[in-house]
């Protein structure tokens, strides 16, 4: 998961906002075509094309068989059975593609998300920053947790140590800028950066080892060795998109209406049956 991250944010940190984070439309326009297209290709090269055309037909044609004999029920009844067993047998042609898809499409999604969904947050503005550590990794509990807070951060209240193996700190950034927050456990050190005013940029939510990681690749994991299991932020403020709605939600029905509507206006130009 480490590597998969590492190497996907690499990437895409040279290849997305070239025109800067403030003007996201080239990516936002760019990214879901790709997937568009690469999803076409997939079909097309690892799917039954000749199978998913034959089911679609007969799907159809029981289809007609229901409408017109509508009132025929020993017609009616074995018509829609076939006609649910075709699209059960259509599904299962589409299940390959989908698996092959999801890795890469899943990459650019979330590469986009990493990049534009977030906006740094208010100076000023109360951010709790939560550390949770690994119940695998003896040696270390809570009381062993401390934070090293940089020039610009304000701790805003002490720390709340629960028995669930969690600190909480409240801080308060008062100056604008990419802040590196150093989260102490025993002998370990994790650092998390804390984005607070200026411009728009890419901007961290969470580190962890969990699946989370997948979905926030903006930082590295942390090793596998460290006791701290996870560090989050738990106040996010979403990155205005103008029409669409802001941040995560709005790049994720973005891209998937985008990539489906290219999908469907290029199928027949790369011959795929969908």
């Known amino acids: 998961m480490a590597l998969f991250n590492s190497i996907f944010t690499t990437l895409f940190d040279l290849l997305l906002a070239r025109f800067g984070y403030g003007r996201p439309w080239f990516d936002l326009l760019l990214w879901p075509l790709v997937g ?3 999803a076409l290709l997939v079909i097309k090269a690892v799917s039954n094309q000749a199978g998913i055309l034959r089911a679609k037909n007969l799907i159809q044609v029981h289809l007609l068989e229901i409408v017109l004999f509508r009132d025929q029920l020993r017609v009616v009844l074995p018509a ?14 589409n299940i390959v593609p989908m698996f092959v898809m999801i890795v890469p499409m899943t990459a650019i999604l979330v590469q986009l998300v990493s990049h534009y ?29 401390s934070l090293e807070l940089p ?30 927050l150093r989260v102490r ?6 650092e998390k950066r804390l984005s607070a005013g200026g411009e728009p940029r890419k901007v961290s939510m969470l580190r962890t080892k969990g699946l989370e990681a997948l979905l926030y690749p903006a930082e590295p994991v ?18 205005p998109l103008g029409w669409l709605p802001s941040g995560e939600g709005g790049i994720l029905l973005w891209f998937f209406a985008v990539s489906l509507l290219v999908g469907f206006l290029l199928k027949d130009i790369f011959g795929v049956t969908l």
């Open 222 to 239: 942390p090793a596998a060795e460290s006791p701290v299991w996870s560090v989050r932020i738990m106040e996010r403020r979403d990155q």
């Open 80 to 93: 829609t059975v076939r006609a649910l067993g075709y699209n059960v047998q259509y599904l299962a042609y």
């Open 36 to 38: 568009g297209v690469m």
């Open 117 to 145: 969904a977030y906006a740094p947050l208010p100076l000023n503005s109360p951010v709790t920053l939560v550390v949770e550590l690994d119940r695998a990794v003896a040696g270390v509990k809570p009381a062993d947790v």
């Open 151 to 180: 020039a610009g951060v304000q701790l805003d209240a002490p720390p709340v140590r629960t028995s669930g193996n969690v600190v909480a700190w409240r801080l308060r950034a008062t100056e604008a800028g990419d802040h590196v």
């Open 185 to 190: 456990a025993g002998a370990w050190t994790e």
